[in-house]
């Protein structure tokens, strides 16, 4: 029986059981935590973040308690609830969204999707390291990084790098940049040298090794207590108030709450976001193993992934990424606005497919060697029934269900179940992954231009994909 056809308790036990659920809450600490709601089958229904446990869980079983419309249903089925102490608010906001995305309860609304929390990186590899806010710290731009995170405020994160660039004047450019590179003399840097936020390492005007004593300064501040700067700012901070410059003072205080922010962070050995912690694959390897699993008689070169993205229907679109040799060839990237479904992923993949390889299937193009669909036995379904109007048929089709990771494969009865470190698993989450952020990013835009009738802005080089919009195709 699935949660929507959960029995809801007899109405004339509704009064023992929220006065039961409620001295239960009475007896709980007031620690921050979480919390877990179950229904009558010990399942879990939702989980809450609190500052005070027994404050926040008792608050659901007051007698004019109004959760709103989303959430006053449970109150019907919850039977039992379970708690976990947390040593912070932040702490217990990162468990919170763990457990969320693990057990996707049916009445959490927030944290489902695949928004994570940001990171901040310093890549030490450089000779000049660059300082990064990011949601992915393991891309291969950042390997052998310094990672500190994920942090539970990506403004608080921002603003607290924007101050600490005006101390340690670092870089925050994604240009290689080389000490024997004659041409640096020439470069003219951006207008952070000119406001004192960088050294312009870009323009020959710092040395290597004092630019690495800044950064090293930079990460020792982040990797403690920050003790002897907050004492600073909090004596300036004083002075400007007692000489009643109070705009100065709040604009000091500012800084200081940013700067304390830093602290309201996990690390990666806690594992808080595996799924955007875990080192992305060696991917020619990846390649070659997903080539052996399927049994394949010639090497994988390229594989596309077909995604689909809407919100209850409206604005739906569909993406396709490509993959050459394991790597991203941004410039055969194509988003589609679907004009034959609204809320039916089935119908938009039938769609998409029919629409993206209409020339491969009249002999006009060539097929990847493999194309992975974001779904599902039923979206792979849907896919070949889009490929069976065609008269050309594509080598191999698959499919990646999202929840247990399974891999269903054309004409195969039952899915392949790899290990979590599967490198041809890791591709294939990798691949599906990047047709899912390009389409939410294509469904975004579509959005805002419908909400606010703006036009969509130009998307960044790494957002986005150059070469022709399939939208109109």
């Given at each position: ?429 990798a691949i599906r992954d990047e ?16 909400t606010f009738g703006e036009k ?18």
């Amino acid at each position: 029986m699935s949660d929507e056809t959960v029995p809801s308790a007899p109405a004339g036990d509704a009064p023992d059981r929220i006065a039961r659920l409620a001295r239960k809450a009475a007896g709980l600490e007031r620690s921050p935590g979480v919390y877990l709601m179950k229904d009558a089958r010990g399942r879990v229904i939702y989980v809450g973040k609190a500052a005070r446990l027994r404050d926040r869980v008792g608050s659901y079983f007051q007698g004019a308690a109004d959760l709103g419309p989303k959430k006053q249903p449970m109150l019907e089925v919850v039977q039992d609830f379970d708690t976990v102490a947390c040593e912070s608010e932040w702490e217990a906001l990162l468990a919170e969204n763990r457990l969320i995305k693990d057990l996707k309860p049916r009445f959490n609304v927030r944290l489902m999707d695949d928004k994570t929390f940001p990171y901040l990186v310093v890549t030490m590899r450089d000779e000049f390291p660059g300082v990064y806010v990011t949601r992915q710290p393991a891309a291969p731009e950042f390997r052998g990084a310094r990672v500190f995170g994920p942090f539970t405020s990506a403004q608080s994160l921002r603003r607290a790098v924007h101050l600490l660039q005006k101390v340690f004047k670092f870089r925050t450019c994604h240009l290689d940049i080389h000490e024997g590179d004659e041409k640096r003399r020439h470069f003219r840097p951006c207008i952070l040298h000119s406001i004192g936020q960088c050294t312009a390492p870009c323009a020959a005007r710092i040395g290597k090794p004092e630019y690495r004593a800044d950064i090293d300064r930079f990460v020792r501040c982040l990797s403690t207590k920050r003790a002897d700067m907050l004492r600073e700012l909090r004596a300036e901070m004083e002075d400007a108030s007692k000489a009643l410059r109070f705009e100065h003072a709040a604009t000091l205080r500012d800084r200081i709450r940013a700067i304390e922010k830093l602290d309201e962070r996990g690390t990666r050995r806690q594992g808080w976001q595996p799924e955007t912690e875990a080192l992305l694959p060696d991917p020619r390897r990846g390649v070659k193993a997903l080539g052996r699993i399927l049994r394949l008689a010639e090497p994988i070169r390229c594989v596309e992934a077909v995604d689909i993205a809407h919100l209850m229907g409206g604005e739906t679109v569909g993406s396709k990424v490509c993959f050459v040799d394991g790597r991203p060839l941004k410039s055969e990237y194509r988003k589609y606005k679907i004009r034959t479904a609204d809320n039916d992923d089935y119908a938009a993949i039938r769609e998409v497919v029919s629409r993206r390889y209409r020339e491969a299937g009249d002999g006009n193009a060539l097929y990847p060697d493999v194309i992975l669909i974001d779904g599902g036995l039923g979206q792979l379904h849907a896919a070949l029934e889009a490929f069976e109007t065609l008269p050309a048929k594509p080598p191999m089709v698959i499919s990646l269900a999202k929840k247990e990771e399974l891999i269903y494969v054309q004409r195969e009865s039952e899915p392949i179940r790899l290990g979590r470190e599967n490198p041809a698993l890791r591709f294939c989450q990798a691949i599906r992954d990047e047709a899912h952020r390009f389409a939410q990013s294509y469904h975004h835009v579509l959005r805002r231009k419908k909400t606010f009738g703006e036009k969509p802005r130009p998307p960044s080089p790494r957002n986005a994909a150059p070469g022709p919009d399939a939208a109109g195709r």
